[in-house]
């Protein structure tokens, strides 16, 4: 089955009094048809790896074998007490999803949320939210849940692929996902998480996927850092009463129908957009004559 | 894995950058190490298509490493597989080679030296991590891994491919799939079968004494190791 509204699950959790956290954890136990230990002990694994993978990444200073990227989760926390004007609590969170960006990009382990190259936002979120508000693991388990619905209903709907919707299914469904994780921490309702999720999903349409070289380094790394602050800002308009004009479920057919107008030149094939000037092009040229350089023609021996 | 399972949307767990370059690469190396069977010394590796290109930013030397050390995609020794590799003492060599047009642009040969028991593969990452292999030991196959698979050399017997079934039957195993090809004035065959869960080690020792059986493989799912539950 897939999830193709967010609409009934709106309507349970407000029937019920249950956050959205607590129905995704329900419909998990129904569908695995395991105990909620269990369902709770699974989400713990991908919990530890996403920790593991910010803590890894923050400490990350070379630069990576393109020299693309390295480096900037350091940067940014090392000059953020005499520098910043945003102040701690967005620094932390655009420092630790570059970190995940940077590990990934350096082959670390990560946890595809819902992607690889978005792969910084979901966790960046979550971590800073319970750090700010003392979160219980339980609770931070929940948030992953309540964002796991927003993905899904992206990925039935539209996709979750940057080669088929563009970047704004990439990095915009996670930066919705981890607005609603936000709200579910906070303690908001089911209404604002899926309402926060909305205000996000709704800034990121029309994303291009354009990466310089093919490679999950620019723009993907940064972006994740930048959606990472405005996930946090969706959710505290979201808590503080804002509404969407437009709801959720229409916003992600928005998504799909921009997604189908998009040309072929932005959906990850690096033909367009920024891998396609001067400075893009120059990267991809040098790296691909430099990494077939180093190797031997098989046709030499 | 459902397709409104949480873990569907957070996950898999995997090591970066790329699903096609990284980790489709990882399983490949894998898949060589599994055909031989135990750690190799010598192995040259080809890339072939986008891999001669792009494989120093998306570490695919490195993930290849790591397939062949046994690691799966999620390992987090993939990373330093190269110095491990190093090591251990196994020599691999990476060339660059032009498969020709019927190849997948992001395809990988891998053959690994041993004169008593040569291993050669050519394989294609086909995006998402997805694999197939394309050619084991010269022989055309579609292998894709989402099944258990059983890859069986052998004489061109009359009887061979019944006597192969029937002890598949008899563990009670369902077939998904089989496929069996012999090489024209060589008789010899290759025959590679998908069963849906993993065989017992009894039936594959149970193969190896086919009459003109001389090889016999049991690969696992390729994401053994992944489930969550």
Redesign the interface.
């Known amino acids: 089955?897939?999830?193709t509204s967010v609409e009934p699950f709106i309507l349970q959790a407000e029937a019920e009094g249950k956050s959205l956290g607590e129905i995704?954890i329900e419909?998990?136990m129904e569908?695995?048809e395991?105990s909620r230990e269990?369902i709770m002990s699974?989400?713990g694994?991908?919990w530890k790896?996403m920790v593991s993978s910010i803590k890894n990444g923050i400490k990350i200073e070379q630069r990576?074998?393109?020299g693309m990227s390295g480096g900037d989760a350091v940067i940014l926390l090392k000059n953020r007490k005499s520098k910043s004007i945003t102040g701690s609590t967005i620094i932390k969170v655009v420092s630790r999803a570059i970190g995940v960006g940077e590990?990934?990009?350096?082959?670390?382990?990560?946890?595809?949320?819902?992607t690889?190259?978005s792969?910084g936002v979901?966790p960046a979120v979550v971590y800073t939210v319970a750090e700010k508000l003392k979160a219980s693991e339980e609770t931070i388990i929940k948030g992953?849940?309540a964002?796991?619905l927003i993905?899904?209903v992206c990925?039935?709907v539209a996709s979750?692929s940057g080669s088929e919707h563009g970047c704004q299914a990439e990095i915009g469904v996670s930066a919705a996902?981890a607005a609603a994780a936000a709200v579910e921490i906070a303690g908001g309702t089911c209404k604002q998480a899926v309402n926060a999720a909305a205000l996000m999903l709704k800034n990121s349409l029309g994303l291009a996927c354009d990466p310089i070289?093919?490679?999950?380094?620019v723009p993907c790394i940064k972006r994740n850092g930048i959606m990472a602050a405005s996930a946090l800002v969706a959710a505290d308009m979201s808590l503080a009463g804002i509404e969407s004009v437009v709801p959720f479920d229409d916003v992600e057919i928005a998504m799909d129908e921009i997604g189908r107008m998009m040309p072929c030149e932005i959906k990850e094939t690096s033909e367009g957009g920024l891998a396609n000037t001067k400075t893009g092009r120059g990267y991809k040229n040098w790296?691909?004559s430099?990494?077939?350089n180093?190797?031997?023609?098989?046709?030499d021996d | 894995m459902a397709d409104d399972s949480a873990f569907r949307i957070l996950g898999p767990i995997m090591t970066g950058p790329s699903s096609s370059h990284t980790a489709g690469a990882v399983r490949i190396g894998r898949t060589a190490r599994l055909l031989y069977g135990k750690e190799p010394k010598k192995v040259t590796v080809f890339f072939h298509g986008s891999f001669a290109e792009t494989w120093k930013g998306h570490g695919s030397d490195k993930a290849v490493i790591g397939g062949l050390l046994g690691f799966k995609t999620f390992d987090e020794r993939i990373k330093i597989a190269d110095e491990l590799a190093k090591k251990a003492e196994i020599d691999i060599q990476f060339k660059r080679i032009r498969l020709g047009a019927n190849y997948h642009p992001n395809s990988i040969k891998i053959v690994i030296e041993d004169p008593e028991q040569p291993t050669e593969i050519i394989a294609e990452s086909v995006g998402g991590g997805d694999i197939v292999i394309r050619e084991i030991l010269g022989f055309a196959t579609e292998i894709t891994g989402n099944e258990v698979t059983l890859i069986l050399r052998h004489k061109d017997f009359i009887g061979t491919l019944s006597k192969i079934t029937g002890l598949i039957s008899e563990y009670n195993l369902n077939i998904v799939s089989l496929c069996s090809k012999d090489i024209p004035r060589e008789d010899i065959a290759m025959t590679t079968i998908e069963i849906e869960e993993q065989a017992p080690a009894e039936l594959e020792a149970k193969l190896a004494k086919i009459k003109g059986m001389d090889l016999v493989r049991i690969l696992p799912k390729l994401t053994e190791g992944e489930e969550m539950f």
């Not at chain 1, 590990?103 to 819902?114: D, E, H, L, Q, R």
């Not at chain 1, 070289?213 to 380094?217: K, N, R, T, Y």
């Not at chain 1, 180093?294 to 046709?299: N, R």
């Open positions: 089955m897939t999830l995704m419909h998990e569908i695995q395991v269990e699974a989400m694994k991908i790896v990576s074998p393109s590990f990934n990009s350096s082959m670390g382990t990560i946890v595809a949320s819902p690889a190259g792969s979901v992953l849940f964002s796991s993905g899904l990925d039935a979750t996902m070289a093919g490679l999950v380094e790296l691909r430099s990494g077939a180093q190797l031997q023609d098989a046709s």
